[in-house]
């Protein structure tokens, strides 16, 4: 057998039929993708074997004597030491219950027999894509996450910050809102609807009016809300880089000046649709250069913020009025973040830019989001301030260069 120190680079699966026949004809199938193969005669025997090796994929035959298929995959699915390797069940029945079960029980896809070689061939490469997928998720998240912890251990006792040192912790306070949408298995949850929509769907059909009926019809915008989670995330991480390699913001395009605006309020669209009006007027025609994921981030804080605080003071949802301006000053654009919240208090104006200052409590807010945003537009040749106007609220100015004006 082939070396088991090492995963192979294709991925190693673990083939589990009582029929030496089939797992030959599996493997001879298989074998020209260069995977490597262990092999189990029965259920008892699988999970020995997984008991010492790792794999990416198990390939299951569910009719076997003493322990079915089915019971493998739940004995699994129950051990907290089994690592999540993907489980194509193989089967003669395809009824909607069996799936049903199967999937409940821990299978990630199924295999009908007699099994048609290219169907095979599809489902083990999906599923051996979506396993690695996974796993390097999750070993970046987990190096992600020592990054932080290690550079929010120095700042906490750091006299001052330095610029990496406060973008870098600034990940942690960042990385908590596209967090909640990501799911480390969001290829595992397409997989799995592509083989139970099907079945579900038949049964909302058959009760319209049921929960599992409504669920059906609300999974595919969940997943679409997991994925746009997970590319936010994607360009936080890539901000990062960017920083650590000398300071530059990345990329820099003419933009409209509308542009970053627009996508923070469709990165902020759930969040308004529960209260908050939002109005924008920004005229056609102005420009400005820049990196537009980092400034759109700059009026994601901005709003957040403002929500936050209305909220906090307990203004009302539909009380809560946001507005965003853009003017052109001699080559220099002004923008005005205005809302109708309860203000900033003087004595605290002079130091909400301040990293790690925070009127929300520890347990709700950083103090990082304005020294984020101040950051960002350092380094786009901007400047933001904060005035309390007379007729009440808060109003934030940015100021930064037009399109030809140092971009």
């Known amino acids: 057998m082939e070396n088991l ?5 294709a991925g190693r699966i673990l083939l589990v039929d009582d029929s030496n026949a089939h797992r030959n004809f599996i493997r001879q199938h298989l074998a020209a993708d260069g995977y490597t193969f262990l092999q189990a005669a029965n259920g ?3 999970l020995e074997t997984l008991a010492q090796h790792e794999v990416d994929l198990i390939i299951l035959d569910h009719n076997m004597p003493e322990m079915t298929g089915m019971e493998v995959c739940q004995s699994l699915r129950e051990n907290p030491l089994h690592k999540g390797a993907p489980i194509i ?3 003669a029945n395809n009824t909607a219950d069996f799936l049903a079960q199967g999937l409940a029980a821990g299978a990630s896809d199924f295999v009908g027999k007699p099994y048609h070689p290219q169907e095979l061939l599809a489902r083990t490469r999906t599923a051996i894509a979506r396993r690695k997928a996974e796993v390097e998720l999750q070993e970046y998240r987990q190096h992600l996450e020592r990054l932080v912890e290690e ?12 610029t990496l040192g406060t973008l870098t912790a600034g990940v942690a306070h960042e990385i908590n809102n596209p967090n909640n949408f990501i799911v480390v298995n969001l290829g595992f949850l397409n997989n799995f609807w592509v083989v139970a929509h099907p079945i579900l769907a038949r049964y909302a059909e058959e ?3 049921s929960r599992l009926a409504m669920g059906v019809r609300e999974v595919k915008e969940a997943l679409e809300g997991i994925g746009n989670g997970s590319k936010r995330i994607t360009e936080i991480v890539a901000t ?3 920083h650590a390699k000398g300071g530059q913001p990345g990329v820099k395009a003419i933009l409209p000046a509308n542009a970053p605006v627009k996508d923070a309020l469709a990165i902020l669209l759930p969040r308004l649709k529960k209260g908050g009006e939002v109005t924008v007027d920004i005229p ?6 820049g990196n537009r994921q980092q400034l759109s981030q700059v009026f994601i804080n901005l709003v957040t913020n403002a929500l936050d605080a209305m909220s906090e003071h307990g ?3 539909k009380e809560q009025k946001i507005t965003i301006s853009c003017t052109d000053k001699r080559g220099r654009l002004l923008y005005k973040v205005k809302d109708n919240g309860p203000g900033i208090p003087a004595a605290i104006l002079p130091k909400i830019f301040e990293p790690f200052f925070t009127t929300k409590g520890e347990t709700v807010g950083t103090g990082l989001g304005l020294s984020i945003v101040t950051t960002i537009l350092n380094e786009h040749g901007g400047k933001i301030s904060a005035v309390c106007p007379l007729e009440g609220g808060s109003e934030f100015q940015i100021m930064l260069p037009a399109a030809g004006e140092g971009g």
């Open 207 to 209: 009760h319209p009016t």
């Open 5 to 9: 120190d090492q995963p192979p680079v």
């Open 44 to 46: 008892k025997q699988a």
């Open 89 to 91: 069940l193989v089967t």
């Open 284 to 289: 056609e025609g102005l420009q400005l250069p």
């Open 151 to 162: 550079r929010t251990r120095q700042l906490v006792h750091a006299d001052r910050l330095v």
């Open 240 to 242: 990062l880089k960017s």
């Open 315 to 317: 203004q009302p949802p």
